[in-house]
């Protein structure tokens, strides 16, 4: 596990380097190269959909996984993998990184979580370690948010990918707090029982996950970044009408064929939670919802200086979006 900024000065001086020589050849224009810093599970299911469905339409998809979002951000920045998942504001203001984020997958729909034989509300967390996604995600960025409202300071943040995974660790007694999709909130709610407590977060409202590529790559491969907009923003659409579309996407493609028996009853909820949540935009992104995560990303820590200074086309590029947008309506 990676911590603190000396590990974080360490990655970005490493990134900076990447950035230099960023550039690469270009690809093929029916090919995608996918860099995944998660395990794969009902959070990236509609994106793994998606993806399915540009192979049919004659993209090439080639997916690496990667240990962390940390070094997917690397594979990007450096030009060996074309599209990423992740929210990388901090990365592009520090680093001045080549690459841009280009469609909304999520928003924050998150939930904290505490044992309560240990803690009962924030200030008892003072001091105390909490466990987040990864360096650089909404879910460490919504914590330094928390900490900084409730006057508190963590003694360190944790980072371990996939919700599941965190919810599989509290259960265990691993960790003692952490932070929650609706799913796994589920799963501790129903084996933990009154053990675990939700702690409230106020109103919360930023960019969960984005796509987001080297520029070189928007530029060069606009045929297959058209494709992967496309299918991104109907399958959230269809997702949002009715989220049984995702059992019978999932059957059809055969996806998520090592998913715990266990957890097999949980993908339909798991998706009625989330349309019922607002989690996935039915536009796919725009340049309201990016001053959002200004002023939340700000707020948090992660980026610096005020929300207003920044600038939205230094961070995102909307083009293959609203050329998506012009062909299945807005």
């Not at 469905?53 to 990007?76: N, P, Y």
């Not at 097999?264 to 607002?278: M, S």
């Amino acid at each position: 596990m990676l911590n603190g900024w000396k590990s974080a000065g360490r990655l970005l001086a490493g990134l900076c380097v990447a950035a230099v020589m960023a550039g690469g050849t270009a690809n093929a224009a029916d090919k995608i190269r996918v860099a995944l810093g998660d395990v794969v599970s009902e959070e990236t299911l509609a994106f793994i959909i998606a993806l399915e469905r540009a192979k049919e339409r004659g993209v090439s998809v080639e997916t690496t996984f990667f240990k962390s979002e940390d070094l997917a951000a690397q594979a990007i920045v450096g030009g060996q993998a074309d599209v990423g998942i992740g929210t990388p504001y901090a990365l592009l203001q520090k680093v001045k990184a080549p690459i841009r984020m280009f469609f909304q997958i999520s928003n924050l729909r998150f939930y904290p979580v505490v044992n309560t034989e240990f803690y009962k509300d924030w200030k008892d967390l003072d001091g105390q370690e909490f466990a987040v996604h990864s360096r650089g995600s909404g879910t460490e960025a919504i914590m330094n948010l928390m900490a900084k409202k409730h006057g508190i300071k963590f003694s360190r943040l944790s980072y371990v990918p996939g919700a599941e995974v965190r919810a599989a660790a509290l259960l265990k007694g691993n960790v003692k707090a952490t932070i929650l999709d609706s799913s796994s909130l589920r799963l501790v709610e129903e084996k933990g029982g009154d053990k675990f407590k939700v702690l409230d977060m106020g109103n919360v409202t930023a960019t969960d996950e984005a796509l987001y590529a080297n520029t070189n790559f928007l530029e060069k491969n606009k045929e297959a970044v058209a494709i992967l907009v496309e299918e991104m923003l109907r399958t959230q659409r269809e997702i949002n009408k009715d989220p049984k579309v995702v059992v019978d996407l999932r059957a059809k493609y055969k996806l998520l064929p090592d998913l715990p028996k266990d957890l097999e009853p949980e993908v339909l909820p798991y998706f009625q939670d989330a349309v019922k949540a607002d989690l996935y935009p039915n536009d796919g992104g725009s340049p309201e919802a990016v001053k959002n995560d200004f002023d939340f990303f700000t707020v948090a820590g992660q980026l610096k200086g005020s929300a207003d200074s920044l600038k939205v086309e230094d961070f995102w590029d909307f083009a293959p979006l609203k050329q998506a947008q012009a062909k299945l309506g807005k």
